[in-house]
């Protein structure tokens, strides 16, 4: 047999171990014995006829014992016949031995023969581990994986371990007994080497294993080494060019990089991700490209079909902060899977919501935990009381700019950094962003050129808008999944669906906001303040339709922009409740965060917390303290300067 039927033995790098053998002197057999410092290579249990070559020696075991010679194994898949006249002594059942390959006839039968030597050096070798990615390849085969356990499942069934190596992430399955975790002493970060059957389960692939190792010391640290840089790769976001050229959005570029390292990173980790947004236009704008773009990576490299179903989750926030409630629910849940599905505990990514004071009990609630915080938002920040608390945190004001960058802005960017084959997807959306949140930016006109590029007008825009918000509202604390994506058209493969679905619901909701006007406009009370600006004031509560469409927020925003149409002056409205007042203002230069810490201090047992972008925003107070709260408020707002080029900033959609 010539060489090219027997390949040379793969030597993994870092796979082997050498020892020096000394073997007694055999005698005269007849058979030519190598000069001492032969290798003798010692096949691992799964290694098949790949590993065989001819010219080198193998360790065997006698398997069993016939009058014509003995059967060995080189292992499990290797074995063969020493003939009694190529053996050199007698031999038993679990004997070891150094054999040569003679002969594979033409049945498939392998005979070796036994050589002597003095001494050798034994290396041990392991199979090469198979590539996740090419695992479809060689389905019903048996093969070794090597990597990093990222998670930990435990079924009803089988102990799901999903294995990581440098090209994806594969499901790997052990069978105890029903319900009962198998190879109990593998934790989450472990090497190991897989051994097993690649099968394949309602289309994907899984390995059923066979034996699973734990790797430790220089051999985890081999596997890692080698996996590093392809992982390294692997996580590195993609660099696509903006979809329109805008100077105030390259300050926010390395940042928004940052951010998709981060999560294509925590992704090949097997961290789930959180992902809570604020619950209107701009929000869903900025979380949907980012959960369609996720999903597509996870897709990517999981084999397991089922792997974006547990490691994200998109939640929209009524607030613009994050509630206690929300956080409360969201980390139970969080410590429920890690106890039930050996998942890690979560990162949490903030969009359109996260940067003020307000989140901080939240966050501080979360720092008992391993829960990263990544926050991309526009809202003015409070960076002294949450950078502590947070790993990444993107927002213009930290680069001198302002709210007029919409989050959705920001991150139809960041999804096109995690999947750029997404970008056909989400030409228009930024345009829905901004006139969701009622953008003045010097990109806007770009944006809305790139939308009518993609068969939209402004007002079939604003109407994708307002059938976002008006979805969001009913579906309350659920994320709408589909009918989310197929109004802003996004992921949506039914573009007559998408028309006459943001046809009906924004026809619902302009018909719902008329109502709403009917009944609050006789109850909204004006004066002139002393800068001169129209004030109107409107109890919320009493004098608008509660629990429908619009909410109060949105009620303040639609009698505010009525009457800066009616008036064309300087215009501040006020819509409040018992306990909380939300704010516009057109033409009058506010700083509504700022007035918020003062009121803090200056109104005592007030309870005032709040906060927004400077012209927009909301407060909250305790309701024996309302008037003298407001009062306190409008004084300020009297003493502000007017500015006929400053407008209303985003549409502030507080319950």
Request: charged share 30%; glycine share 8%.
């Amino acid at each position: 047999m010539g060489a090219d039927v027997f390949p040379k033995v793969k030597l993994p790098a870092g796979r082997y171990r050498v020892q020096m053998v000394p073997v007694p002197d055999a005698g005269d057999s007849g058979v030519a014995v190598p000069d001492g410092g032969t290798t003798v290579y010692d096949l691992d249990s799964h290694c098949d006829f790949e590993y065989v070559s001819e010219g080198d020696l193998y360790l065997a075991e006698v398997n069993g014992v016939v009058e014509y010679g003995v059967f060995v194994d080189l292992s499990n898949d290797v074995s063969g016949l020493v003939h009694a006249s190529n053996l050199l002594g007698t031999y038993e059942v679990g004997d070891e031995l150094v054999v040569e390959l003679e002969e594979v006839r033409e049945n498939g039968d392998i005979a070796f023969t036994e050589v002597d030597l003095p001494d050798y050096e034994v290396e041990s070798i392991a199979r090469d581990s198979h590539a996740v990615a090419d695992l479809g390849d060689v389905v019903g085969e048996s093969v070794t994986l090597e990597g990093v356990v990222v998670q930990i499942k435990q079924t009803g069934g089988p102990t799901v371990f999903q294995v990581r190596d440098a090209t994806g992430i594969a499901p790997c399955t052990a069978f105890e007994e029903a319900g009962v975790r198998a190879y109990e002493d593998v934790e989450l970060d472990d090497v190991v080497r897989v051994d097993g059957y690649v099968e394949t389960r309602e289309g994907a692939v899984q390995v059923e294993i066979d034996d699973l190792d734990v790797l430790d010391g220089d051999d985890a640290a081999a596997v890692r080494d080698e996996q590093a840089e392809d992982l390294d790769a692997l996580a590195e976001p993609h660099d696509p060019d903006p979809l329109v050229e805008w100077d105030a959005f390259e300050k926010l570029r390395e940042d928004l990089r940052a951010v998709a390292e981060r999560l294509r990173r925590e992704i090949l980790a097997g961290r789930p991700i959180r992902m809570r947004h604020h619950a209107d236009g701009d929000g869903i704008c900025a979380s949907v490209p980012m959960q369609v773009a996720l999903e597509r990576f996870i897709e990517d490299t999981y084999e397991d079909p089922d792997a974006a179903q547990h490691l994200l989750k998109r939640l929209p926030s009524k607030a613009p902060y994050y509630e206690m409630e929300d956080v409360t629910r969201d980390l139970n849940f969080a410590l429920e899977d890690r106890e039930r599905h050996g998942q890690r505990l979560p990162l949490l990514l903030m969009l359109d919501n996260g940067s003020t004071e307000e989140d901080t009990p939240a966050y501080r609630n979360l720092a008992h935990y391993d829960v990263p915080i990544v926050v991309v938002d526009h809202h003015h920040p409070d960076p002294g009381a949450v950078e502590g608390l947070l790993d990444e945190h993107v927002n213009p004001y930290l680069h001198d700019e302002d709210y007029r960058i919409t989050t959705g802005m920001m991150c139809v960017e960041l999804a096109r950094m995690i999947d750029p084959d997404i970008t056909e997807d989400l030409r228009h959306v930024p345009a829905v962003a901004g006139l969701s949140d009622r953008s003045e930016a010097a990109a806007m006109d770009d944006y809305l050129e790139l939308a009518r590029e993609e068969g939209y007008d402004e007002a079939e825009l604003r109407d994708v808008g307002e059938a976002l918000d008006y979805a969001t509202f009913w579906l309350k604390y659920d994320d709408g999944g589909q009918l989310i994506t197929d109004a802003l058209n996004v992921d949506c493969d039914d573009e007559t669906r998408h028309r006459e679905l943001v046809s009906f619901l924004a026809t619902r909701a302009e018909r719902d906001v008329e109502r709403q006007l009917d009944a609050a406009m006789p109850h909204v009370d004006h004066e002139r303040l002393d800068n001169d600006a129209h004030l109107y004031r409107l109890d919320v509560e009493n004098h608008a339709h509660r629990f429908t469409y619009p909410a109060p927020g949105k009620t303040t925003g639609k009698v505010h922009d009525s009457k800066v149409a009616e008036t064309g002056d300087p215009v501040i409205t006020i819509g409040y409740g018992p306990d909380f007042a939300v704010l516009r203002s057109d033409g009058v230069r506010l700083d509504i965060p700022t007035m918020v810490e003062e009121l803090k201090t200056e109104v005592d047992g007030g309870g005032v917390s709040g906060g927004g972008h400077l012209v927009v925003g909301s407060i909250k107070f305790v309701r024996g303290m309302r008037e003298t709260v407001i009062d306190a408020l409008v004084e300020k707002m009297a003493d502000a300067e007017i500015d006929e080029e400053l407008g209303s900033s985003a549409a502030f959609a507080e319950d």
